[in-house]
């Protein structure tokens, strides 16, 4: 945790599951604990679970000129977003290429917060917001705590008056447990979630009802490993671990396309004079590689890194593994070549532990539809 400058308030409780505290985006954060990293993918699926996320970048943006600071630097039409809902979208730099992506909350006219990982959107922000009639605040005070599983809403309501009838990337705010908190229908997991934004000062107290109440309904801490596994299943990416900053291309800069990352449905219809938007539609059908799924005959995990390959022919690279024990099935998030992102096309993975054949899989394996993550009621 050499690297950590920023810490979450819950790691005493995380080094008591086990966590050594690895660093994550200047945060110690709880990749492992002691149990069984299948049971927590379990339990998410089928009951809830409780991440500490908080090494998610929170910034402020409060003044007249937030709105068009947002609308420069991200993908949305932000005059779309009214206060109460909140949109996902991405960042690019000059050449159209993806540098960050984050989910931008409006909480009143001009007050906006934008969560973000480890890319460059605070910076973006800051230089933005130069000479702008903007306070920009990044917030390591604001924890945030997700709740996340079909079991979620069914805890909270005992809490939160109103909380079943929240829809999906909408938010509240609320007072849970006496503390004020911020409660938001995201998360990354695919299912139906929650994630709760809270003061350090109540972090610790509102971890611990929910664990310690939630045990009789099968709620439990969970790793942030856990959220590769659920975000393979469910086709949320993960920068810069499925980008060209780990795997780049020979005597080019790391950067990659919304087009070639599916990630083009981001940018809102009509929208331009974002930064990068010219170069984005150009850069429309000179997709590089595309971002597609793999479905592997194994009975465990491949590996990041391992290769894909067609007969001879290298012709993509494991960015993210997974392997569910509710499915028994091994899958995976790659980056492959353009004709062989097509659902069926068969293909070799020649890794560290499986060398077993394989075929591309549309995104996502587990609910595509989406119908888990938008229920009402």
């Known amino acids: 945790m050499s690297l950590s400058w920023r810490f979450s308030a819950l790691a005493d409780r995380h080094r008591a599951l086990g966590s050594n505290l690895e660093d994550w985006s200047g945060m110690g954060t709880a990749w492992t604990y002691d149990k069984d990293i299948y049971e927590e993918h379990i339990a998410v699926r089928t009951k809830a679970g409780i991440m500490d996320v908080s090494g998610l970048k929170k910034v402020h943006l409060v003044g007249p000129h937030a709105i068009a600071i947002l609308e420069y630097i991200t993908t949305r039409d932000m005059t779309k977003v009214y206060p109460g809902k909140s949109v996902y979208a991405c960042m690019l730099n000059d050449r ?38 903007c306070a920009v605040l990044f917030d390591d005070d604001l924890h945030d705590l997700s709740l996340q599983g079909p079991l979620a809403v069914d805890y909270l309501e005992k809490y939160v008056p109103g909380i079943r009838d929240l829809k999906y990337f909408h938010h509240m705010q609320a007072t849970l447990f006496g503390a004020p908190v911020m409660i938001s229908r995201t998360g990354y997991t695919g299912e139906r979630g929650y994630e709760i934004f809270v003061r350090g000062q109540d972090a610790g107290m509102v971890w611990d009802r929910i664990v310690d109440e939630g045990k009789e309904m099968g709620i439990i801490p969970v790793c942030f490993s856990v959220l590769d596994m659920l975000r393979v299943e469910s086709y949320l990416l993960f920068y810069p671990y499925d980008n060209s900053q780990m795997y780049p291309f020979a005597n080019e800069q790391p950067g990659d396309s919304l087009w070639e990352l599916g990630l083009d449905f981001t940018v809102s219809p009509g929208k331009t004079g974002f930064r990068g938007a010219e170069e984005h539609a150009r850069l429309k059908g000179k997709e590089r590689f595309k971002i597609f799924g793999l479905l592997v005959e194994a009975d465990g995990p491949t590996d990041l890194g391992d290769e894909v390959w067609d007969g001879d022919k290298k012709v993509g690279v494991i960015t993210c593994p997974s392997y569910s024990k509710l499915t028994n099935r091994s899958m995976a998030i790659m980056r492959v070549d353009v004709a062989y992102a097509v659902q069926g096309t068969k293909l070799q993975v020649k890794g560290k532990n499986v060398n077993a054949p394989a075929i591309a899989h549309t995104i996502t394996f587990d609910d595509p539809k989406k119908t888990k993550r938008t229920a009402q009621g």
């Open 96 to 133: 159209g290429h993806f540098t960050d992506d984050c989910i931008v909350y409006r909480t009143g006219p001009n007050s906006w917060m934008l969560v973000h990982g480890s890319g460059t959107g605070f910076e973006e922000i800051v230089k933005q917001a130069q000479g702008r009639n």
